[in-house]
């Protein structure tokens, strides 16, 4: 697989390279200079509104995912569940380690010393939401899940030497 994605990139690599040549090396294609500047002026005026437009449609969408808790809870519906979690150095600590799976879920994070990434990884490695565990601030992360089975919680804040060690896991039923 990758490498037939490796030869087709490759094979149209060299016939841009031979087109590219093939146009340079044409005098009868030459264009005027000045009509050059007048089409590249209008393309750049046109791809900037194209771009504006773009950006500007794409915030808008993007309002809908914010990642904090009153618009997941708008998008997710309130919190049927509340698990609390703390992070230290180096372990988690969770108030419940089974969760219903199809209800939104509530996780209160929070540290007792540095900053830790509350990181959660679906059975198959994907990463499915985090948020910081921080000292003396309380962060809520709402999700949930669909899929049953055993997640598990990994750090993604580098919290000195133990860091490797703060791994929890939780089943969801
Ligand atoms: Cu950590």
Redesign the pocket.
Known sequence: MQVGVGVAFLLLTIAWTVILWWVATRASLAIPYERVTVVVGRIRRLGTLVVVVILGIAFVFSLWFLPYPSSRAARLGDPAVTVDVT?R??AWQLSQTTIPRGQTVEFVVRSLD????FGIFAPDGRIVTQVQ?MPRYTNRLLYRFEEPGVYTIR?L???ATG?HL?IAQFTVE
Not at 114 to 117: E, Y
């Open positions: 992070g150095m180096w540095v900053n830790h990434g565990a750090c804040e580098f919290c860091h703060m």
